[in-house]
């Protein structure tokens, strides 16, 4: 009899999120009764601006929840080309926009439509564990760069152009990063853009995180804005979740080149129909900017929980860390203390009950993720629970 369970399709080898396991914990703890303090969450810690929910309540109360075309209302998606163009210098049209339920589906249609077996994907390392597992879905090779803290996290060019070859298709990059925080120099964005253009491969430019940058000299910079041969390459990514603390609306957007666009819209439409439809009226409200005054405050607010948990952390014996630029995660290299990323976070939990995320499926062994998308109080609750464990440790 056949053996319904034998595994043979693309995506059936994925596995659960690695950061599942250490918040379900950490929820479960809490539930006990245990005084737990969290620094997994990948979301702000912000309510979604009212403007942008008034429209979608006005859409509801109108009535606008039937089906939409599967690449996103048409007013919506020339706001998205509008935004593209405005803010990012980005060359593009509505026609090459695709508006899909979060970001996180915008960077796996991109593979879907790009990749397939016997293709590779270059990914820097650290990465977003996700990555790895949309590649693999895609049917394509995984191959991992890593990069290096005194780099400030950003891929050498020389190494990518050391690991191209016939069978590479695509380049993701996440500038800021998550989970290192990191913004990508223009300067090493043109280097890679030159290959990219030279050795013809598609960039996949996550971008959710661009309008969380800190310092003046790391402006955010879109890859696809440099010159018309890289953008005739690459796949932009962009959200509401972030910047709008709209994480649970789930609307993400990219542009692409026109041949590409046509794949993602078709790869949709046979897999998730449209983006919900009223939420698209929530981000038209979004992107017209009647919440920017909001996301102005959020931003300030970002920046100076930045400042703060890295001067705390970065103090405490044995934890070494690069001062991120933007998004809202802080990396942590705790190896020094000779245990897993795995076992120093489920000490952290057990013994001093600080839940962090354990970064060997970010591809960074021996370090662990904090988000500082939480109150300052929070954030001094965390760094003395964590000096407290490592200090333990080093005993």
Request: hydrophobic share 40%; charged share 25%; glycine share 6%.
């Amino acid at each position: 009899m056949r053996d319904l369970q034998s595994a043979k399709g693309t995506m059936c080898y994925m596995t659960p999120s690695a950061t599942l396991a250490i918040t379900a914990k950490a929820k479960d703890l809490k539930a006990q009764g245990l005084d737990i303090c969290s620094m997994c969450a990948g979301e702000p810690d912000f309510d979604t601006p009212q403007p942008i929910k008034d429209a979608c309540i006005k859409a509801l109360n109108e009535g606008k929840v039937t089906y939409t075309p599967a690449s996103g209302l048409v007013d919506l998606r020339k706001l998205v080309a509008d935004k593209f163009t405005r803010e990012n210098g980005i060359k593009t049209t509505w026609q090459q926009t695709v508006v899909a339920p979060g970001a996180k589906f915008s960077v796996f249609s991109a593979l879907a439509a790009l990749c397939g077996p016997g293709d590779e994907v270059i990914l820097p390392a650290p990465y977003w564990l996700s990555y790895p597992e949309m590649i693999r879905g895609a049917g394509a090779k995984v191959v991992e760069i890593g990069t290096r803290p005194e780099d400030n996290y950003e891929l050498d060019p020389n190494e990518l152009e050391a690991v191209i070859n016939e069978n590479t298709r695509a380049l993701i990059l996440c500038s800021p990063s998550n989970p290192t925080g990191a913004v990508y120099r223009r300067a090493t964005l043109e280097k890679i853009a030159e290959i990219a253009v030279r050795r013809n491969i598609v960039v996949i430019a996550d971008e959710i995180y661009e309008k969380l940058v800190y310092d003046a000299d790391k402006p955010h910079v879109s890859i696809a804005s440099l010159n018309d041969a890289i953008n005739e390459r690459t796949v932009t990514v962009n959200g509401l979740s972030k910047t709008y603390a709209m994480t649970g609306w789930r609307l993400g957007y990219l542009t692409a080149p026109l041949w590409l666009t046509k794949r993602i819209i078709a790869f949709q439409s046979h897999t998730t129909s449209n983006a919900t439809t009223f939420a698209q009226y929530g981000a038209m409200a979004a992107l017209r900017g009647e919440a920017e005054a909001q996301v102005k405050m959020m931003c300030g607010e970002f920046a100076k929980r930045r400042d703060l948990i890295y001067d705390l952390v970065s103090k405490i014996p044995g934890v070494k860390c690069v001062r991120p630029q933007g998004a809202f995660y802080l990396l942590c290299d705790v190896s020094s203390f000779g245990l897993s990323s795995e076992e120093f976070c489920n000490r952290l939990l057990d013994k001093v009950h600080l839940a962090a995320i354990p970064c060997a499926a970010f591809g960074a062994e021996g370090y662990i993720r904090l988000s500082y998308a939480c109150s300052e109080a929070n954030i001094r609750t965390a760094a003395e629970r964590l000096a407290k464990q490592c200090a333990e440790l080093a005993k």
